[in-house]
């Protein structure tokens, strides 16, 4: 269940949280601020994949099986 969450936490960042950021002021890195939200939630986007893949369990017992076969 934690790892759906994490797996939906892009998605919902991204798709709900844009109508409450969209505006231009301020700029972060010369980027408008829903820019820079939207770039922040891909980023984070990766990381959190990244997480879910090393937590979700199904992958570990796939890497402990190509261990041990010849």
Do not use: C, H, T
């Amino acid at each position: 269940m934690m790892l759906r969450i994490l797996a939906a936490l892009p998605f919902i960042g991204i798709l709900l949280g844009v109508p409450f950021v969209n505006r231009v002021e301020p700029l972060i890195l010369g980027m408008p601020f829903v820019l820079a939200w939207i770039v922040l939630w891909v980023v984070l986007g990766s990381v959190l994949m990244a997480i879910v893949y090393r937590l979700d369990p199904v992958n570990r017992q796939a890497a402990s099986a190509e261990e041990v076969a010849p």
